[in-house]
């Protein structure tokens, strides 16, 4: 074939190269990438902007949105800023929400890798532990582990991460199930290469399309979950958070409807943006998606 010839064929990209293109390409990730990017300036950059103190009482309780200039998003029922409480609440749910991700998918990839690759009693024995955790009720577990400790911003992270790894474990299995019997599987095998460099350099690294994408959707659950515990009153009580917003102002929903409204508001946005990106990027790794 002459040079010239080769000048007109397509030279192949990197499919990480390739698969942030499809992602630019997706109206919903983008949307959604922009909705967090927004949710998270709120949160880091607020504070340096809007410096008030959330636990600070500063005016009368219960005061409406727009009636007082130092509490434009009004006051909750002991009188302090709501606008306080969403700049420096949204840095507590963050965090929940990241580090319980993290620990799910560390845990759930850690049970999934070892039972996917070596099978046989191992697949058995965690497997029967995933089934095990996966039965039971999550909010139910994750409130008796908040209540055994005393409750905290890194007690709830854990409490979550602890009950909802069992899906990410499946999934992981399944992907190495599939992977492990592939030929460049075997011939890492047969040149000598140890287990642990096959499961982590090999088998891993091309399972990571649906991992990524279900760590995406995981955050957006452990936010909701971290929303659920602090309404029933199970939050931390030294640490603002949207859900503890929420659980506080359950009570004067009827008189006071910006309690709940405005909190709610920002976790729907926060779960949007990370349910969306997480769709953007099911369409970016899936190659079936992109063809169409």
Do not use: C
Request: hydrophobic letters at 55%; proline letters at 5%; zero cysteines.
């Amino acid at each position: 074939m002459s040079s010239i010839e080769t000048q007109f064929i397509p030279k192949s990209q990197h499919p990480i190269v390739e698969a942030i293109k499809a992602f630019r390409q997706s109206w919903a990730g983008m949307l959604g990438l922009i909705l967090l990017l927004l949710v998270i300036l709120f949160s880091v950059a607020g504070p340096f902007i809007y410096a008030v103190d959330p636990f600070e009482i500063i005016w009368a309780p219960l005061t409406a949105p727009g009636v007082v200039a130092n509490a434009p998003f009004g006051t909750d029922h002991l009188g302090r800023d709501v606008l306080a409480g969403l700049v420096y609440g949204g840095q507590a749910t963050l965090f929940v929400g990241l580090t319980a991700g993290f620990l799910t998918i560390t845990i759930g990839i850690l049970v999934g890798a070892m039972a996917g690759y070596y099978g046989g009693g191992v697949d058995e024995i965690l497997m029967r532990i995933t089934e095990f955790f996966q039965v039971l009720p999550a909010l139910l577990f994750a409130m008796v582990l908040v209540t055994l400790f005393t409750p905290s911003i890194y007690v709830v992270s854990a409490a979550i991460g602890i009950v909802s790894w069992p899906t990410t474990a499946r999934l992981t299995r399944a992907e190495f199930l599939r992977i492990k019997n592939l030929e460049y599987v075997k011939a890492a095998q047969s040149i000598g290469a140890r287990d642990n460099r096959i499961i982590w350099r090999v088998v891993l690294p091309n399972s990571l399309a649906p991992l990524i994408v279900s760590a995406t959707l995981t955050i957006g659950v452990a936010i909701l979950f971290e929303a659920g515990l602090s309404y029933l009153g199970l939050g931390d009580p030294n640490a603002f958070s949207w859900g503890m917003m929420i659980g506080a102002g359950r009570e004067y929903i009827l008189d006071a409807w910006w309690l709940v409204t405005l909190p709610g508001i920002m976790i729907f946005l926060t779960v949007l943006g990370f349910s969306l990106i997480g769709d953007g990027l099911n369409d970016a790794f899936n190659p079936r998606l992109r063809e169409r």
